[in-house]
């Protein structure tokens, strides 16, 4: 059974950036993460997921976030800070050069014309339960050697360096709000993959192996510390993401009632909705259809009556000329 586990050496020379190879560990790490911010950079821009998954797979901010976690565990300092400044200079790299890429776009790349970004601003709760899920997988993978090969599907699911491009990029579109939420959702996974990590390193008690067992010392893995260190964790990243689960189901309710009542109304005058937005407190319905454009009197009384302020509306009418063309003899 023991061959199932990696030793505290294998594991300390899988995430840290010491000894005779860390030169190449170095230059292999920051010419991945400028590759893996490029390709994200770009892969946002194209509005491509698939582009993005690559990006996600070479990034290799994973590894100095697992080194963050195990030098935490192991209490090596020197290793801990290494770890760090490695995660923080990685970050601020990505972020840049996503900065750099939109500075070469003509349009803006905000969440309003963009899926990829629209994905990546508005973290809510349930993306910490998924960070939280893929950081026990990514810590186990790094425990035992018979897992190892999830490490891929870890890279993808927690999904590090598109955050950071995504921040880059809407920073230069001059959207601060949109920044913040893409950063929350970097250190969103950042705190699972530390939380998550330390709990399990302590279930498995890696830092008993090296220490010299105390007399007494039962060898049960000691869990009151890791899982109050975890509790915090979730504590400090829970409440900016409870409040941003609030306002986007907020959002979403609000967007569902316009779009229901403007279809009922649009279908009652021959036109037809085609999309519901919503920028700040104003929501916006557009609706298209023949000439001429039909009075908004009675849609303003629906939505009045189904709760929802008719201030906050703005209906876009396009008129559209439908025309039938006839069956040649």
Request: aromatic letters at 4%; hydrophobic letters at 50%; a neutral charge.
């Amino acid at each position: 059974m023991a061959d199932r586990f990696n030793t505290t050496e294998s594991m300390r020379d899988s995430v840290f950036f010491d000894g005779p190879a860390s030169s190449a560990r170095y230059s292999r790490f920051w010419m991945l993460l400028v590759l893996a911010s490029i390709i994200a950079s770009a892969g946002i821009v194209g509005d491509s997921t698939a582009t993005v998954i690559g990006a996600m797979i070479v990034a290799p901010l994973m590894k100095p976030i697992l080194g963050t976690m195990l030098a935490t565990v192991l209490g090596d300092r020197t290793n801990l800070i290494r770890s760090l400044v490695l995660v923080l200079g990685g970050a601020a790299a990505a972020v840049v050069i996503g900065f750099a890429v939109g500075l070469l776009v003509q349009t803006d790349v905000l969440a309003s014309t963009n899926a990829q970004v629209s994905a990546r601003v508005n973290p809510r709760l349930i993306d910490l339960l998924a960070a939280l899920g893929t950081g026990v997988v990514g810590s186990v993978a790094l425990v035992r050697r018979d897992i190892s090969d999830t490490l891929p599907g870890v890279a993808i699911a927690i999904s590090l360096v598109p955050p950071l491009t995504v921040a880059g990029l809407v920073l230069e579109s001059g959207s601060v709000p949109q920044f913040l939420g893409a950063l929350l959702l970097f250190v969103t996974n950042v705190v699972a993959i530390l939380g998550t990590g330390i709990v399990v390193m302590s279930v498995y008690g890696v830092s008993r192996l090296t220490r010299r067992k105390a007399p007494g010392d039962t060898g049960a893995p000691g869990l009151l510390r890791p899982v109050a260190v975890l509790a915090v964790m979730l504590l400090l990243i829970g409440i900016p993401l409870t409040l941003t689960s609030v306002e986007v189901t907020a959002r979403s309710n609000v967007e569902g009632t316009v779009q229901t009542v403007g279809e009922k109304w649009a279908a009652g005058v021959g036109w037809t909705v085609t999309g519901v937005s919503t920028r700040g407190a104003e929501v916006t319905l557009r609706v298209v259809g023949a000439p001429p454009v039909p009075d908004t009197a009675a849609l303003q009384a629906a939505l009045a009556a189904a709760g929802i302020h008719p201030e906050r509306v703005t209906v876009d009418l396009t008129p559209a000329t439908i025309v039938k063309l006839s069956t040649v003899p």
